[in-house]
């Protein structure tokens, strides 16, 4: 009797411990997949000789004496427009991860760029004719060097970042002020570079 009551109690155990065990092995494996998906990109997308860049601060290239196309008779620029982008730009470096923002000397890489055009362009009208959705356009040229080769990389231009946004509510969005729009466009804009950076060339 004493032999039976203790068989049950181990078979019992044993059957804790496997289902216990399953838990564990579930629970790591969603971690393992959780880690993997998070990543803003991943390291074997980019050539293992690189692991640092420098950002040389954007130059503005805006000609705002020349005419445009759009709804505007001349370019439009935003002061220290340029500034704002290489900070994007260089924090978003900092956040991913893959490549490490240096000075130049101990650089890669080396990431030169142009503010060539900023743009607000209306893409909607109110029944009064009142201008209700803006599209920011900003557009840069890039160019990407191998500093050790002095050698070209990658050159981009015309590389866009935008958003869009409401002046008044709608049924299709809340509004945003100009300068909470141009700031989620530099965004988009310094997300676009750096997935163009660490992507396979």
């Given at each position: 009797m004493g032999g039976e009551g203790t068989g049950k109690i181990t078979n019992t155990g044993e059957k804790k411990m496997k289902i216990m065990r399953y838990w564990v092995i579930a629970?790591?494996?969603?971690?393992?997949?959780?880690?993997?998906?998070?990543?803003?990109?991943?390291?074997?997308?980019?050539?293992?000789?690189?692991?640092?860049?420098?950002?040389?601060?954007?130059?503005?290239?805006?000609?705002?004496?020349?005419?445009?196309?759009a709804g505007y008779k001349y370019r439009i620029y935003r002061p220290m427009l340029e500034t704002d982008i290489t900070k994007k730009v260089t924090n978003k470096y900092l956040f991913d991860g893959n490549l490490r923002?240096?000075?130049?000397?101990?650089?890669?890489?080396?990431?030169?760029?142009?503010?060539?055009?900023?743009?607000?362009?209306?893409?909607?009208?109110?029944?009064?004719?009142?201008?209700?959705?803006?599209?920011?356009?900003?557009?840069?040229?890039?160019?990407?060097w191998d500093r050790k080769e002095n050698k070209l990389v990658w050159q981009e231009n015309n590389f866009t970042g935008d958003y869009t946004y409401f002046t008044s509510f709608t049924t299709s969005g809340t509004p945003k002020s100009e300068d909470v729009a141009v700031n989620d466009a530099l965004d988009d804009l310094a997300r676009r570079i750096v997935e163009r950076t660490v992507e396979q060339w």
């Open positions: 629970l790591l494996g969603y971690c393992v997949i959780g880690l993997l998906g998070c990543g803003y990109t991943t390291r074997s997308m980019i050539s293992n000789k690189f692991h640092t860049i420098y950002i040389t601060p954007f130059v503005n290239k805006i000609d705002i004496t020349k005419e445009t196309d923002p240096v000075k130049t000397e101990s650089a890669d890489l080396i990431l030169k760029g142009e503010l060539v055009e900023f743009r607000r362009d209306p893409l909607r009208y109110t029944d009064n004719d009142e201008i209700e959705e803006y599209r920011i356009n900003i557009l840069v040229n890039l160019s990407l």
